[in-house]
T-cell receptor, first 114, second 112 residues
């Protein structure tokens, strides 16, 4: 158990809908990262927050957004969902701000868009 | 741009065999970190090791060992005396100043 929690574990929804994925980092970690794992794209970095502020952006679509709250939990919002958004979404956390720190991953949220 | 290549898509071995998973990386950063993660069938990503770009010492942890060679930009992972529980997808990753990149993963199947 990494100490990172993600809810829900599974999510099934329809095209065009909006969903919110939630992540709580390990105790003491200030950075939260979101990743998408799909069969065709592999594991891709989406976005990073540190202590409530956005720090880095990867291959995140404009339909996706995220935020980190004062209690350090983070939410990833996915809107106007398409079939291709079906994937496993991971949250990771680390103590420090940059990428030169070990990231510990949560169990993931499996999103299925029908 | 950073890139990680895991050329072996799938490897199948019989229990107790040794197996090496290859990882080759590209980066222009002088300071970077290399990682290995394990993804068992249950789906979570489990951290195995981190190595920084200035430390080329090999590391051994039980049946696991890692060989980092900067000259060939490789960070290979060896499992000695493999066990069925080692069956998983293994990812090599590279992090630098701006992001973290994962390889495509190597699916290891250990048969009894």
């Amino acid at each position: 158990d990494s100490g990172v929690t993600q809810t829900p574990k599974h999510l099934i929804t329809a095209t065009g809908q909006r969903v919110t994925l939630r992540c709580s980092p390990r105790s003491g970690d200030l950075s939260v990262y979101w990743y998408q794992q799909s069969l065709d794209q592999g594991l891709q970095f989406l976005i990073q927050y540190y202590n409530g502020e956005e720090r880095a952006k990867g291959n995140i679509l404009e339909r996706f957004s995220a935020q980190q709250f004062p209690d350090l939990h983070s939410e990833l919002n996915l809107s106007s969902l398409e079939l291709g958004d079906s994937a496993l979404y991971f949250c990771a956390s680390s103590e420090m701000e940059g990428f030169l720190d070990t990231q510990y991953f949560g169990p993931g949220t499996r999103l299925t868009v029908l | 741009a950073q890139k990680v290549t895991q050329a072996q898509t799938e490897i199948s071995v019989v229990e107790k065999e040794d197996v090496t998973l290859d990882c080759v990386y590209e980066t222009r950063d002088t300071t970077y970190y290399l990682f290995w993660y394990k993804q068992p069938p249950s789906g979570e990503l489990v951290f195995l090791i981190r190595r920084n770009s200035f430390d080329e010492q090999n590391e051994i942890s039980g049946r696991y060992s890692w060989n980092f060679q900067k000259s060939t930009s490789s960070f290979n992972f060896t499992i000695t005396a493999s066990q069925v529980v080692d069956s998983a997808v293994y990812f090599c990753a590279l992090s630098g100043s701006k992001d973290m990149r994962f390889g495509a993963g190597t699916r290891l199947t250990v048969k009894p």
